[in-house]
């Protein structure tokens, strides 16, 4: 079964998160891989703290912020190393079976977007550098930097636009267990925008 849309994960779904560690895994030393493991779960800790807390804090920001706390944690890795590895971040690259799963569906006429609470500029990179500008069509912003979140991290409306789809599971997706539907009354904000639009009437599913 096909659908009309599908609405991917950005960091750890499309984007390599330990590929910065590893453009640097010499000058780190032995301690690079567990290194990468605790700045990627510090930075979604610090996330969801935040998104519990109703404090919105941009996402690069709590990169930096994660990556600070590794450092602490980890004496062996010079400090030094900071700014590269923030610079390798910002350029992450995607999985190596990505773009293909990608064209595959857009060769089966669907539309392809990224749902992602990080920063427009901080996602903007990462697809230019994958070289995946040309296959995304939309990028949803779902941490929400102005309005009130509802819980899940997604700006909210009341209407009912995106309809809900049935339990399904598939293995179609990059790095995921499965995929889940769209949640309804769900209107995401565009990258770029103020204002929450870029609404998707289609029948769109989540894949994470």
């Given at each position: 079964m096909s659908y009309a849309a599908y609405v991917f994960d950005a960091y750890g779904t499309l984007f390599d998160v330990h590929a910065a560690v590893r453009r640097h895994a010499e000058a780190i030393g032995p301690d690079g891989q567990a290194f990468s493991e605790l700045w990627r779960a510090k930075q979604l800790e610090y996330s969801w703290v935040r998104s519990l807390?109703?404090?919105?804090?941009?996402?690069?920001?709590?990169?930096?912020?994660?990556?600070?706390?590794?450092?602490?944690?980890?004496?062996?890795a010079d400090p030094k190393l900071k700014k590269p590895l923030l610079d390798a971040y910002?350029?992450?690259?995607?999985?190596?079976?990505?773009?293909?799963?990608?064209?595959?569906?857009?060769?089966?006429?669907?539309?392809?977007?990224?749902?992602?609470?990080?920063?427009?500029?901080?996602?903007?990179?990462?697809?230019k550098n994958a070289a995946l500008d040309i296959i995304i069509d939309d990028v949803f912003l779902?941490?929400?930097?102005?309005?009130?979140?509802?819980?899940?991290?997604?700006?909210?409306?009341?209407?009912d636009e995106l309809p809900a789809l049935p339990p399904r599971r598939s293995r179609s997706s990059p790095r995921t267990g499965g995929i889940s539907p769209a949640p309804r009354n769900s209107v995401f904000a565009r990258s770029g925008s103020t204002e929450p639009t870029g609404r998707m009437n289609t029948r769109t599913m989540v894949l994470r």
């Amino acid at each position: 079964m096909s659908y009309a849309a599908y609405v991917f994960d950005a960091y750890g779904t499309l984007f390599d998160v330990h590929a910065a560690v590893r453009r640097h895994a010499e000058a780190i030393g032995p301690d690079g891989q567990a290194f990468s493991e605790l700045w990627r779960a510090k930075q979604l800790e610090y996330s969801w703290v935040r998104s519990l807390m109703g404090a919105y804090v941009d996402f690069w920001e709590l990169t930096e912020q994660s990556l600070d706390y590794a450092f602490q944690r980890f004496p062996s890795a010079d400090p030094k190393l900071k700014k590269p590895l923030l610079d390798a971040y910002w350029a992450l690259d995607c999985y190596p079976e990505v773009p293909a799963v990608l064209k595959g569906l857009k060769e089966l006429g669907a539309r392809i977007a990224i749902l992602s609470n990080g920063s427009p500029a901080m996602l903007a990179s990462a697809v230019k550098n994958a070289a995946l500008d040309i296959i995304i069509d939309d990028v949803f912003l779902g941490g929400c930097r102005q309005g009130v979140q509802d819980g899940t991290g997604c700006l909210r409306s009341g209407d009912d636009e995106l309809p809900a789809l049935p339990p399904r599971r598939s293995r179609s997706s990059p790095r995921t267990g499965g995929i889940s539907p769209a949640p309804r009354n769900s209107v995401f904000a565009r990258s770029g925008s103020t204002e929450p639009t870029g609404r998707m009437n289609t029948r769109t599913m989540v894949l994470r």
